[in-house]
């Protein structure tokens, strides 16, 4: 269950991050011939009124979308006829370029936003579940199991409600409700020489509670900073190994991905809208890398092509498709020898 559920998630995310391409560049009237989820003869095809032959290919390693002309860019003769690549403008050819990555935000920020709007926003209860030595909390007798009420007279709904409140406080009046008795307590708080800030010097327990359900504006903005909370930690991880010059051993593939599928946690839901998160954000941010071939690269070389006035030398557009070829490849034997040998 846990390969079969990994093999729809990639299918589902080969399928948006193409039909970005697909529906932006019918958008603009160019002709799309053909829609492949994988790679290899087609184990299923069709053809639609628009003359655009879908089809499920039996190597999922990607997918793509052959739009007309598109094969010529590279060539002395290109197709400029109508309904071809080539004879759409430069804002419309990086529309359709930025597509597939912008199809890729953009269906996980629904998925998120759907979540947070239905489901609330999972909080930790205001209980005490930890006292850090010598603390102000561990000075005035608050105690594990604690349930914060009250600081300064304002109701405590959820935990990160503490310190909000006391981040600008030297000392707080606080209730607090142990084994069903209310205790008031005025509390001088340390200061934290690290933070830069006032502490009472408690932690959360393990107990949740959710909050905020049907919400628009926090749905939207709890799923903006979840988006950005994974790059932020994905980038801080990245930098590091460059630093600890273990990045060349961390980079990962498909078959690495296969490999350690049982630690996805693919066989519940939450695990499979986890890496379905996490991977569509990785395919739309590479897909944007200004790297030959890539996405991004060929936005960079039509920009270029056109400071040219479109008359770029021939010999440039063979460096340009030379380096890519070689980085894609390069990258795909490392990524491959270490998916076999490490992972």
């Known amino acids: 269950m846990i390969y079969f559920n990994l093999l729809l998630c990639f299918i589902l995310l080969v399928f948006i991050h193409e039909f970005g391409h697909y529906y932006v560049a019918r958008y603009f009237k160019a002709e799309v011939t053909d829609f492949s989820v994988g790679f290899g003869k087609p184990i299923f095809k069709f053809k639609d009124k628009n003359n655009t032959t879908w089809k499920i290919a039996p190597i999922p390693l990607g997918g793509y979308v052959k739009i007309k002309g598109f094969d010529s860019i590279f060539s002395k003769y290109e197709n400029n006829e109508i309904g071809s690549f080539n004879n759409l403008g430069l804002v419309q050819k990086i529309c359709v370029l930025l597509a597939g990555s912008f199809f890729n935000f953009l269906s996980v920020f629904i998925l998120l936003f759907s979540m947070y709007f239905i489901s609330g926003s999972p909080s930790f209860k205001p209980i005490v579940g930890n006292i850090i030595e010598e603390s102000a909390a561990n000075e005035n007798d608050i105690r594990v199991g604690d349930k914060i009420i009250e600081i300064d007279g304002i109701q405590i709904i959820e935990f990160n409600d503490i310190s909000k409140l006391i981040s600008e406080n030297t000392e707080i009046s606080i209730i607090i409700d142990r084994n069903e008795k209310l205790i008031n307590k005025n509390i001088k708080l340390k200061f934290n020489e690290q933070y830069n800030k006032y502490f009472l010097g408690i932690g959360p327990s393990d107990e949740f509670i959710i909050l905020n359900k049907y ?6 903005k709890n799923s903006i900073n979840f988006i950005y909370t994974i790059y932020s930690q994905t980038f801080i991880h990245l930098s590091k190994s460059f630093k600890n010059n273990t990045l060349q051993d961390e980079l990962a593939g498909p078959i690495g991905i296969v490999k350690n599928a049982d630690n996805f946690m693919l066989n519940n839901f939450g695990g499979i809208m986890f890496f379905f998160i996490v991977i569509s954000l990785s395919i739309g941010l590479l897909n944007l890398l200004p790297i030959p071939l890539l996405d991004g690269g060929h936005i960079l070389y039509f920009i270029v092509r056109r400071i040219f006035s479109n008359s770029l030398p021939e010999f440039v557009t063979k460096i340009y498709f030379v380096l890519g070829i ?12 270490n998916d076999i040998f490490y992972k």
């Open 215 to 220: 919400n628009i504006y926090l749905s939207i």
């Open 326 to 337: 070689t980085i894609i490849s390069f990258l795909f034997i490392v990524v491959t020898y």
